[in-house]
């Protein structure tokens, strides 16, 4: 069939991937907004939620996980410290290391984050029951090797895609 003989704005409309990418930016957008009003940004709700799930973490490994130049590293662990959501300290076995945890305050910061986000996805999915929910999450999790096979994302790249860099 011919281009001509097709209705290309409803083709548009229709195509999966185009849909992808105007909720994939919206979700984003509605994350961040959401992460952004308990005081985090996407990339520090990420640290802390590392810490939490793994415990205390040398910065290497951390920064190796966050796939993330070493000082784009020091610039968030310093933010998140300032802000007393997470401690370093060297390592008493080998003194050139540091190693970073999580602390109460952290804790009690990466809670407000997680609700937020459930919040800005609640809102987000709120025309789809918890079966269709369920269903959208198995078919994101086999499209998105693909996705990050093609752009070479890192995991605070896919967190940060539509934010700026230093924002996220």
């Not at 802390?48 to 951390?62: E, K, V």
């Not at 602390?103 to 407000?112: A, V």
């Not at 997680?114 to 999790?141: F, G, I, P, S, Y």
Request: net charge negative.
């Amino acid at each position: 069939m011919a281009t001509d003989d097709l209705d290309l704005v409803a083709w548009l409309f229709a195509s999966p991937a185009l849909r992808l990418g105007v909720v994939g930016r919206a979700a984003a957008r509605s994350a961040s907004e959401a992460v952004a009003a308990v005081g985090l940004k996407p990339r520090s709700l990420y640290v802390l939620a590392l810490l939490h799930d793994h415990g205390p973490m040398s910065q290497q490994a951390l920064g190796d996980e966050l796939a993330v130049d070493p000082s784009v590293l020091v610039v968030l662990l310093n933010q998140l410290e300032a802000e007393g959501l997470a401690s370093r300290q060297r390592d008493v076995s080998d003194r050139r290391r540091h190693i970073v945890a999580i602390t109460d305050r952290g804790f009690e910061r990466l809670g407000e984050g997680q609700r937020a986000v459930a919040d800005a996805e609640d809102k987000l999915l709120v025309n789809l029951d918890l079966d269709q929910r369920e269903q959208l999450a198995q078919l994101l999790v086999h499209i998105q090797p693909a996705a990050e096979e093609e752009r070479g994302a890192g995991a605070v790249d896919r967190l940060c895609e539509t934010e700026p860099a230093d924002s996220c």
